[in-house]
């Protein structure tokens, strides 16, 4: 950290009666700057899982088709991905406390006017807009922490600021669920209304705007268009292929134009006279190991975990709460490692860390391929733990490689870079897993319809068959049948979901593993943040 950065956070924390007013003083302190980014980042995170929850209850009530239904996640999470450097660059330019301000008042107020919407085209509209507020959000926070702590202590504050996201997460499905049962589905969007004001009324009180004096001056419109239309179709392509097939035109299309594009994107960064993504910020071996890192962590986590609450629910029959309760011990690990692997990683670096926790997740993968329709609750939690403990000090320690070996004057690109990592490997990995699950349930489900002595179904039948048996769902039986058949019928369904959810995690123990090899690069930030001005 520069000693400009430093000698202000020692001037913000002299003690009362020196220097500045309390009020003053307290504008720009590490810690409460750190909870004021928290409470910001807690309604981001909150929505990835809370939403979910209420997705059924939406489609019913604004009766929304099923392809209306999934653009109201589709869309919040491409408005997401694609925005998100380019907002880090912003914050850059213009200041990230004026970012994270404008971020949480736009999240709160499109989450507000999704609540009062009366259809399901309103819905989407501010689904997107609310994707964009979220964007700016994210960066700006980890633009602020990097500015407001020095160097040896950024994993800590990153760790705190992990354990918040992975509280919020584990909340939603919970908080979700007690919410639409209980009072409606509105109420899952207007709970932001609260926390965004109070994250503005801490923003105006506590911020204080860091940013360095070589930060870019200009916006590199061409390199925003390029990686914008890139973003846009990976993360289109990949969200379509397991619908459109991988060897589809249209998903062939995409993906191949997202490849063209961050050839031109790269290319012209090369010449541009103030480049959004300096390609010099490559050159750094430990940051561009941290952001594959992150690509990996978020496909083999977010990919595999997308299966476990069909798991939960339609195998095991638990409703959203009950789902959301046994997922508990995973996130309660991730509550608790993500500090405590902050401190770890002050203490030793996070190379440790990091190939410690890959391992410990590739192992968790593994455990949870073995699972099955009949596995308890027991051997489920303990997966869930060694999971938590295992994700924890990668979020963290791959976090702080990425933004902590960035100049001061990227750091909001590079919160970008690491947030779209992630982004990403989330969409490639839940996409790639799907599909490979979907063709193990497809390969097994005859055998073990005709295993279980039921007679075989053809045509429109058998594919409705197979594709509620993606997602775990016994078919309803008719009027008059028999126990034993209902019965049959869900253990032919669940055997073959299961194969395909242990095929899933199998496959993602592998690329967690690979993920651990590659944190042997990882490294402690130590990049040389240059003149700052606090503003």
Same mark, same amino acid.
């Given at each position: 950290?520069?000693?400009?950065?430093?000698?202000?956070?020692?001037?913000?924390?002299?003690?009362?009666?020196?220097?500045?007013?309390?009020?003053?003083?307290?504008?720009?302190?590490?810690?409460?700057?750190?909870? $004021?980014?928290?409470?910001?980042?807690?309604?981001?995170?909150?929505?990835?899982?809370?939403?979910?929850?209420?997705?059924?209850?939406?489609?019913?009530?604004?009766?929304?088709?099923?392809?209306?239904?999934?653009?109201?996640?589709?869309?919040?999470?491409?408005?997401?991905?694609?925005?998100?450097?380019?907002?880090?660059?912003?914050?850059?330019?213009?200041?990230?406390?004026?970012?994270?301000?404008?971020?949480?008042?736009?999240?709160?107020?499109?989450?507000?006017?999704?609540?009062?919407?009366?259809? !399901?085209?309103?819905?989407?509209?501010?689904?997107?807009?609310?994707?964009?507020?979220?964007?700016?959000?994210?960066?700006?926070?980890?633009?602020?922490?990097?500015?407001?702590?020095?160097?040896?202590?950024?994993?800590?504050?990153?760790?705190?600021?992990?354990?918040?996201?992975?509280?919020?997460?584990?909340?939603?499905?919970?908080?979700?669920?007690?919410?639409?049962?209980?009072?409606?589905?509105?109420?899952?969007?207007? !709970?932001?209304?609260?926390?965004?004001?109070?994250?503005?009324?801490?923003?105006?009180?506590?911020?204080?705007?860091?940013?360095?004096?070589?930060?870019?001056?200009?916006?590199?419109?061409?390199?925003?268009?390029?990686?914008?239309?890139?973003?846009?179709?990976?993360?289109?392509?990949?969200?379509?292929?397991?619908?459109?097939?991988?060897?589809?035109?249209?998903?062939?299309?995409?993906?191949?134009?997202?490849?063209?594009?961050?050839?031109?994107?790269?290319?012209?960064?090369?010449?541009?006279?103030?480049?959004?993504?300096?390609?010099?910020?490559?050159?750094?071996?430990?940051?561009?190991?941290?952001?594959?890192?992150?690509?990996?962590?978020?496909?083999?986590?977010?990919?595999?975990?997308?299966?476990?609450?069909?798991?939960?629910?339609?195998?095991?029959?638990?409703?959203?709460?009950?789902?959301?309760?046994?997922?508990?011990?995973? $996130?309660?690990?991730?509550?608790?490692?993500?500090?405590?692997?902050?401190?770890?990683?002050?203490?030793?670096?996070?190379?440790?860390?990091?190939?410690?926790?890959?391992?410990?997740?590739?192992?968790?993968?593994?455990?949870?391929?073995?699972?099955?329709?009949?596995?308890?609750?027991?051997?489920?939690?303990?997966?869930?733990?060694?999971?938590?403990?295992?994700?924890?000090?990668?979020?963290?320690?791959?976090?702080?490689?990425?933004?902590?070996?960035?100049?001061?004057?990227?750091?909001?690109?590079?919160?970008?870079?690491?947030?779209?990592?992630?982004?990403?490997?989330?969409?490639?990995?839940?996409?790639?897993?799907?599909?490979?699950?979907?063709?193990?349930?497809?390969?097994?489900?005859?055998?073990?319809?005709?295993?279980?002595?039921?007679?075989?179904?053809?045509?429109?039948?058998?594919?409705?068959?197979?594709?509620?048996?993606?997602?775990?769902?016994?078919?309803?039986?008719?009027?008059?049948?028999?126990?034993?058949?209902?019965?049959?019928?869900?253990?032919?369904?669940?055997?073959?979901?299961?194969?395909?959810?242990?095929?899933?995690?199998?496959?993602?123990?592998?690329?967690?593993?690979?993920?651990?090899?590659?944190?042997?690069?990882?490294?402690?930030?130590?990049?040389?943040?240059?003149?700052?001005?606090?503003?």
């Amino acid at each position: 950290m520069s000693q400009s950065v430093v000698k202000n956070a020692q001037a913000d924390a002299s003690p009362p009666g020196q220097g500045a007013p309390a009020g003053r003083r307290l504008q720009g302190h590490p810690w409460l700057t750190l909870l $004021t980014v928290a409470v910001g980042v807690m309604m981001v995170a909150l929505d990835g899982t809370i939403v979910a929850i209420a997705n059924p209850v939406i489609q019913t009530d604004l009766k929304a088709s099923p392809a209306d239904i999934q653009w109201v996640t589709s869309g919040y999470l491409l408005a997401l991905a694609v925005f998100l450097i380019t907002a880090g660059k912003i914050g850059d330019r213009f200041g990230h406390k004026s970012t994270f301000l404008v971020g949480a008042v736009g999240f709160a107020a499109t989450s507000a006017a999704i609540g009062f919407a009366g259809n !399901i085209q309103t819905v989407i509209a501010f689904r997107v807009l609310q994707g964009l507020f979220g964007a700016l959000l994210q960066p700006a926070a980890l633009g602020l922490l990097r500015g407001a702590f020095p160097v040896e202590k950024l994993n800590m504050a990153i760790g705190i600021w992990a354990g918040v996201i992975g509280a919020s997460t584990a909340a939603g499905p919970i908080v979700g669920g007690l919410l639409v049962e209980h009072v409606s589905w509105q109420s899952v969007f207007f !709970i932001n209304i609260p926390v965004g004001l109070a994250a503005l009324a801490l923003g105006i009180w506590v911020l204080k705007d860091v940013r360095a004096e070589n930060a870019a001056k200009s916006f590199d419109i061409p390199g925003i268009l390029l990686l914008s239309a890139a973003m846009f179709m990976l993360v289109w392509g990949i969200i379509k292929a397991p619908s459109w097939g991988w060897g589809d035109t249209s998903t062939l299309l995409f993906l191949g134009g997202a490849v063209l594009s961050l050839v031109a994107f790269a290319l012209w960064q090369r010449v541009a006279r103030e480049p959004l993504i300096p390609l010099g910020l490559f050159r750094s071996v430990p940051l561009s190991a941290g952001t594959l890192l992150m690509i990996l962590m978020a496909f083999s986590f977010f990919g595999a975990i997308f299966f476990v609450t069909f798991y939960l629910q339609n195998v095991h029959g638990m409703s959203p709460v009950d789902a959301g309760v046994h997922l508990l011990p995973m $996130t309660g690990m991730m509550i608790v490692g993500a500090p405590a692997a902050g401190a770890a990683i002050g203490r030793v670096g996070p190379r440790i860390p990091i190939v410690v926790g890959m391992v410990l997740t590739s192992v968790a993968m593994y455990g949870m391929s073995t699972l099955d329709a009949g596995s308890g609750s027991g051997v489920m939690s303990l997966w869930f733990v060694l999971m938590g403990l295992g994700i924890s000090p990668v979020l963290v320690g791959a976090t702080e490689v990425i933004v902590g070996n960035a100049p001061l004057e990227l750091s909001g690109v590079a919160g970008g870079l690491q947030q779209a990592a992630m982004q990403v490997g989330g969409s490639l990995g839940t996409a790639v897993l799907g599909a490979l699950m979907a063709a193990k349930v497809t390969d097994v489900l005859p055998g073990n319809w005709a295993a279980a002595g039921l007679p075989p179904v053809e045509g429109a039948q058998a594919q409705g068959l197979e594709q509620a048996a993606q997602l775990g769902i016994a078919p309803p039986p008719a009027p008059g049948t028999p126990q034993q058949v209902v019965d049959a019928m869900a253990t032919a369904v669940h055997d073959s979901f299961v194969s395909g959810m242990s095929l899933a995690f199998a496959v993602a123990a592998v690329v967690a593993f690979a993920a651990a090899l590659l944190g042997l690069l990882a490294k402690r930030g130590t990049t040389d943040t240059g003149p700052a001005v606090h503003i």
